[in-house]
DNA sequence: AGTGCGGCCTGTCCGC
DNA sequence: TGCGGACAGGCCGCAC
């Protein structure tokens, strides 16, 4: 579910609620996720303050004065906001009691996310440490995924998707992109000049900060803290299309699967 | 080493 | 109306 601009509009929404703020615990309902949320979660949480609340990738992290909070949202997740006494629904597996009398309730049907503890730095953690620059930083450039290509046979959309290349370009945003930039997605990483790659870089962007813009994108299920869908759905111009027409030339929007997931382009704008 | 694939889960939708 | 199968915003771990 959550790309890059979901997981930022859940930062912004949360972070007012929870900055400064000292925890009172935590509920687990279901400590299954794609790894176990760890048995002392609550007690690790009991009292400590969240000095911030800062994204990483697709990683949320809640920086405590005692150690950090380590959040996916996986394929499916959301998290909501939600005054003390809320009911619960279906799949609201954890709750972070904060000291305001809020809910910090974490939801995810899939439960492809996970909660992570760390009393290290967060960004050292197995999980991160190995994830590629930030899209909307000076660090991510067009020499860079130049370079990085050189003799990758891989698709250029499955390229910019894997998370050590680049973080925050789920599958989404990955074939918008490459729509805006008229580079076909099946197209070998390692066979892009810099020049394209210098417009991939420029798409990414602007996709990316136009979707946080508009509040991230809801395809079925995504909701803010506030329990409240995106707004870049309508937006897509080649997502979810095949068979609609291109908006810049009218040729059929075709859809094929590239590392198993499905890719939407224009046959005749990008190549 | 890079690449491709299966798998993790539940919900939904589509065709029969 | 019911049922099976495909598919869904991510990403790990394992074979080759």
Request: with cysteine.
């Amino acid at each position: 579910m959550p790309e890059l601009p979901e997981v930022e509009t859940t930062r912004r929404g949360i972070a007012p609620h929870i900055e400064g703020q000292r925890l009172l615990g935590a509920v687990v309902r279901n400590p299954d996720l794609r790894w176990p949320v760890i048995d002392d979660l609550p007690q690790r949480l009991q009292g400590c303050t969240v000095r911030r609340l800062e994204r990483r990738g697709k990683y949320l992290l809640f920086y405590t004065d005692a150690g950090t909070l380590i959040a996916h949202l996986g394929m499916s997740g959301s998290m909501r906001i939600v005054c003390k006494g809320a009911e619960f629904k279906p799949h609201d597996h954890v709750d972070v009691l904060i000291g305001n009398g809020k809910i910090l309730r974490y939801h995810d049907p899939r439960r492809f996310g996970c909660l992570l503890w760390t009393t290290d730095d967060p960004l050292q953690h197995e999980r991160l440490r190995e994830l590629g620059p930030e899209p909307l930083s000076a660090a991510f450039t067009a020499a860079y995924l130049h370079r990085r290509s050189r003799g990758r046979k891989l698709a250029v959309k499955a390229f910019i998707m894997d998370a050590h290349t680049v973080v925050g370009v789920g599958n989404i945003y990955a074939s918008e992109s490459l729509f805006l930039a008229g580079i076909r997605p099946s197209l070998a990483a390692g066979r892009i000049s810099k020049v394209r790659y210098q417009r991939l870089v420029e798409h990414i962007r602007i996709v990316l900060a136009r979707a946080i813009a508009q509040g991230g994108t809801t395809l079925k299920d995504f909701v803010n803290s506030d329990g409240q869908a995106g707004y870049f759905a309508q937006q897509l111009k080649v997502y979810g299309r095949a068979g609609e027409p291109c908006p810049h030339c009218g040729s059929p929007i075709k859809q094929q699967l590239i590392g198993q997931r499905a890719s939407f382009y224009c046959p005749r704008c990008q190549h």
